[in-house]
């Protein structure tokens, strides 16, 4: 049994609360990955790769190459924040059936 009770539920957090912990983490991560990635990467050479006839500016190939990262991280952090919720909420047991 848990030191607090059986009844015990943990307080849902506030809006702001939990999507800075997810949209602040993953902006980091994303950044930190746009840096790595471009260090390595001309935008303009990816893009005669992937869509040579698109007229991209190397500043938006950075600017779409960030928000794809950015993408890719935040849907990691929601997952995470998914899995990490208190089962206490979800777990209950069903009422019982009446007849």
Do not use: K
Not at 21 to 44: E, H, N, Q, Y
Request: proline residues 11%; hydrophobic residues 45%; glycine residues 8%.
């Amino acid at each position: 049994m848990s030191p607090r009770g059986a009844g015990f539920d943990h307080p849902p957090r506030p809006l702001a609360q939990r999507l800075g912990a997810i949209l602040w983490p993953s902006f980091f991560a994303a950044g930190v990955a746009t840096t790595v990635f471009f260090a390595f990467v001309d935008p303009l050479a990816l893009r005669d790769l992937t869509f040579p006839d698109l007229e991209i500016s190397r500043g938006a190939g950075y600017t779409i190459g960030f928000f794809m990262f950015w993408l890719c991280t935040v849907s990691s952090s929601t997952f995470t924040w998914i899995l990490l919720r208190p089962a206490s909420r979800y777990n209950r047991p069903l009422p019982p059936e009446r007849e």
